[in-house]
């Protein structure tokens, strides 16, 4: 069965440098999501991505944070100057069309910024 | 803006119990509901999603859920939980005719099951 992928699974940084977070989504998908989670708290949206733009973003989704699908595969989200308040759960997920809203998720990218 | 409240951040059930955790949803039109199950390492894993129709929708490892409009609720059951059904869960709503379908997620509730 088809599934979304995350590299790396666990990512330590300092505060200050940047990181990228890696998806593979489901192939023939056409949108792209990345939500957070940070400890203890409410899973969040970020930002949505169809046809090569951001389709919507949250208000988390500031100018530190931009998203890229570089080939027909990746869809990665990118964090520059990072801070303390990034540390969370990263997941990606992926949906085929607007006919099935049915988002499928990654198993998530674990970000520690120290 | 819609939004979702799952007031039992901590269940705990004897394996074998029944087991019903809640999901009140705020949106102004007909939601698009879904629950998600969240095993320690993994992803989130969709179990049942509702969007129209009958509103007692049924979903894979035996959990049901009931859409009720008049007590904007998503409750999820299952009839005899097993030691496996250890996770998170998450109820989650996206807005109707949203083209691009953001979800909001309740804060989601922990299973803990007992021997």
């Known amino acids: 069965e088809p599934e979304v992928t995350q590299t790396p699974s666990h990512q330590v940084t300092q505060m200050g440098q940047e990181v990228i977070l890696r998806c593979v989504p489901i192939?023939?998908?056409?949108?792209f999501y990345w939500y957070r989670q940070i400890l203890g708290q409410k899973v969040e949206f970020l930002v949505s991505?169809?046809?090569?733009?951001?389709?919507?973003k949250s208000e988390i989704f500031d100018d530190r944070f931009s998203v890229e699908r570089p080939d027909g595969s990746n869809f990665t989200l990118k964090i520059r100057s990072t801070k303390l308040e990034d540390s969370a759960m990263y997941f990606c997920?992926?949906?085929?069309?607007?006919?099935?809203?049915?988002?499928?998720f990654g198993p998530g990218t674990r970000l520690l910024v120290l | 803006a819609q939004s979702v409240t799952q007031p039992d951040i901590h269940i705990t059930v004897s394996e074998g119990a029944s087991l019903e955790l809640r999901c009140n949803y705020s949106?102004?039109?007909?939601?698009?509901l879904f629950w998600y199950v969240q095993s320690p390492g993994q992803g989130l894993q969709l179990l049942l999603k509702?969007?129209?129709?009958?509103?007692l929708v049924q979903g894979i490892k035996g959990f049901e859920a009931e859409f009720k409009r008049s007590q904007s609720s998503f409750n999820l059951r299952k009839p005899s939980v097993h030691w496996s059904d250890a996770a998170e869960y998450f109820c989650?709503?996206?807005?109707?005719?949203?083209?691009?379908?953001?979800?909001?997620f309740g804060q989601g509730t922990i299973l803990t099951v007992h021997p």
């Open positions: 997920a992926s949906r085929w069309d607007t006919s099935q809203e049915t988002q499928y």
């Open positions: 949106y102004g039109a007909t939601p698009y």
């Open positions: 509702y969007f129209s129709g009958d509103t």
């Open positions: 192939s023939n998908h056409l949108y």
């Open positions: 991505f169809y046809n090569n733009e951001i389709s919507e």
């Open positions: 989650a709503v996206l807005a109707g005719g949203t083209s691009y379908g953001k979800l909001t």
